[in-house]
């Protein structure tokens, strides 16, 4: 089960972090993205809970960034939960040939998914039982709230109607929320909606989103089943030969950062 591993890997490297794997080919220090990704994970693999390619950044380089999107998911310790952030949304019969790509070629552990289609868009993926499904709920860019924000006549705002779906949808405990940093107080409010399920938090740093409400509003009880995504500002940390020394480091100080605000 996916959520089982996440929570292993979480409490093995003591962290709620998770390192995006998105490489901008006019930030790399070296040409090939594989060699980048590999230095970076071999950075990092004992400080994350978890590792999330964007597929936008692979599909944009063509077959060659494909390639290097499946070398970097095989590459990637098994006893890491690797999450494919793809945010695929379509027709049942569509989804079925997405969810066939994500998971049975791809390998990825867990996805995201755009719910806007409603159920029989998600309804493949679902049917993966040992894999996870992160559903688009409060995201974190700026135009969000243009339909997220929207009430229907009972008041209820588009956002949690989708949160609590996707609590409906979590009859194998597979189901997780994507919800972002850059908005806390929707974050704090989807927790108490669904009190148990992981929370996919990203938008903490470029886009400005407050760590330390992020860790506080997003953990569950017993302060896990929070995934605080970090991308630009580990992966760049420098763009001189010591990168991946310098990823290392940001995610050392992110990881314990997130420890210090979850208090332990």
């Not at 070398?71 to 049942?92: C, E, L, M, Q, S």
């Not at 956002?159 to 929707?186: C, F, I, K, M």
């Not at 407050?210 to 009880?221: H, K, W």
């Amino acid at each position: 089960m996916f959520v089982s591993r996440l929570l292993d890997a979480a409490r093995r490297n003591r962290s709620l972090l998770c390192v995006g794997l998105d490489p901008d080919p006019a930030k790399l220090p070296v040409k090939d993205v594989f060699e980048f990704n590999r230095a970076i994970i071999d950075a990092t693999a004992d400080l994350v809970c978890a590792y999330k390619p964007n597929l936008a950044f692979y599909e944009a380089l063509g077959i060659r960034g494909l390639q290097a999107l499946k070398k970097t998911v095989d590459y990637i310790p098994g006893d890491i939960p690797v999450i494919g952030d793809a945010k695929r949304g379509d027709i049942g019969n569509t989804a079925i040939a997405y969810a066939r790509a994500l998971f049975g070629y791809y390998k990825f552990d867990a996805v995201t998914l755009n719910p806007y289609l409603g159920y029989d868009s998600v309804e493949p993926f679902l049917d993966y039982k040992g894999k996870g499904v992160f559903v688009l709920c409060r995201t974190s860019n700026s135009s969000a709230s243009d339909f997220q924000d929207l009430e229907d006549n009972f008041g209820m705002k588009f956002y949690q109607s989708v949160a609590l779906r996707a609590r409906d949808w979590n009859t194998a405990g597979n189901v997780g929320l994507v919800v972002g940093a850059t908005s806390p107080e929707e974050l704090r409010e989807i927790r108490k909606l669904c009190p148990e399920m992981p929370l996919l938090i990203p938008g903490i740093g470029a886009q400005g989103g407050d760590l330390e409400q992020s860790v506080r509003y997003g953990v569950d009880a017993r302060k896990e089943n929070a995934i605080i995504v970090a991308a630009r500002q580990v992966l760049y940390a420098s763009k001189d030969a010591d990168y991946a020394r310098a990823a290392r480091q940001a995610a050392v100080e992110l990881r314990d950062t997130i420890n210090r605000y979850r208090g332990i």
